[in-house]
C-alpha cells in the first residue's frame, strides 16, 4: 500500500505518538491528511444521506434532521416536497399539517415551526431562494453553523465542515484537537485538512463513524485507519471479533482493505 495511506498493521494500545503526548504539530496535520486519503480509498461513494434534489429540499432535511436518524427524514419528506415545493408555500403553511407529516421525526412541533419560519425569512429577505453565504443561512430558524455547512457543501459545492456527532466524537477518538466546542473543532480541524476537501471529509469521517467507529463499541481490529489512531483498543483488536462490527454495503470492501 502507499506511505501516503495509512499501513494496513496494528500497534499496541497506547503505543500512539498522539496517545503517548508526543505526536508534533506537523505530524498531527499529516496523520489528519493520510486519515482523509484513506478513509477516501475505504468509503469512494461517501456522501450526504439525506434525500433532496434542490437546496430548498436539503435545507428543511437537514433542519428535520436534528435528533434523529437521516433514514427516518428520508421517509417522510417525499410527502412533506411535494406538498410544499417552495419557500412561499412553506411559508404559507398550516403547521398543524406539517406536524401530521413529519411527526415520526420528533420535536415535530419544534421542527414544524422552524420549517414555516424559514420558508417566511427566505420570502421576505431573500426573494423566496436559499443564500449561499454562511451568514445568511445562520439568521434561518432552526439553522447553524452544521446545517448551513451541510448546505453550502453539498448544493451549493461551497467547501465547509460538518461537525455533527459522528464529526465530534471521531475527532475526539483520533486526537485531532482537544477543542469541545463544535465551532472551534470545525476551526482547528480546518487547519489540518485541505480545504478542498472539507466537505469529502465531512462526509467520510461520519460514514466511518456509522460503519465502523461505533460509540460503544468501535471495531478496531478491523478499522482501516487504525494505524493511525491514537485510541486504537476502545474496541475488540482481534480481527475477527472486530469484523462481526462492520456495517453497511461497503463492508466486504473495507474488511478487505484492512487485511481482515
Known amino acids: 500500500m502507499s506511505d501516503s495511506l495509512t499501513p494496513q498493521k496494528l500497534r499496541r494500545p497506547g503505543a500512539h505518538p498522539a496517545a503517548k503526548g508526543e505526536e508534533t504539530p506537523i505530524g498531527l496535520k499529516r496523520r489528519a491528511r493520510r486519515i482523509n486519503r484513506t ?63 413529519i411527526r415520526s421525526t420528533g420535536f415535530y412541533r419544534s421542527k414544524a415551526k422552524n420549517v414555516i419560519g424559514l420558508g417566511q425569512k427566505l420570502v421576505a429577505d431573500f426573494d423566496g431562494e436559499v443564500p449561499e453565504r454562511l451568514e445568511d ?19 451549493f459545492g461551497k467547501p465547509g465542515l460538518t461537525v455533527d ?20 473543532i470545525e476551526h482547528a480541524v480546518a ?22 467507529c461505533h460509540a460503544r463499541k468501535p471495531a478496531c481490529g478491523a478499522c482501516p485507519i487504525a494505524f493511525d489512531c491514537p485510541s486504537f ?6 480481527p ?16 478487505e482493505m484492512a487485511g481482515r
Do not use: C
Not at 66 to 84: C, E, G, H, S, W
Not at 233 to 238: I, L, N, R, V
Not at 241 to 251: I, K, S
Open 191 to 212: 487547519e489540518l485538512i485541505e480545504r478542498r476537501e472539507w466537505t469529502m471529509f465531512s462526509h467520510r469521517i461520519i460514514f466511518h463513524g456509522r460503519r465502523v
Open 165 to 184: 456527532t459522528h464529526f465530534q466524537r471521531l475527532v475526539k477518538r483520533l486526537m485531532f484537537t482537544e477543542e469541545t466546542d463544535p465551532v472551534k
Open 233 to 238: 483498543g476502545a474496541g475488540p483488536t482481534d
Open 137 to 155: 443561512l445562520v439568521t434561518l430558524p432552526g439553522v447553524g453553523r452544521k446545517t448551513a455547512h451541510v448546505v453550502r457543501g453539498n448544493a
Open 39 to 101: 478513509l477516501a480509498q475505504a468509503f469512494p461513494d461517501a456522501h450526504a444521506e439525506l434525500d433532496f434534489t434542490n437546496p430548498l429540499e436539503l435545507l428543511v432535511a437537514t433542519v428535520l434532521s436534528a435528533q434523529t436518524t437521516d433514514a427516518r427524514v428520508n421517509m417522510v419528506t417525499p410527502a412533506l416536497f411535494a406538498k410544499y415545493p417552495t419557500a412561499a408555500a412553506y411559508a404559507a403553511a398550516d403547521q398543524a399539517d406539517v406536524e401530521e407529516i
Open 240 to 255: 475477527e471479533q472486530a469484523a462481526d462490527l462492520v456495517t453497511g454495503h461497503e463492508r466486504d470492501h473495507i474488511l
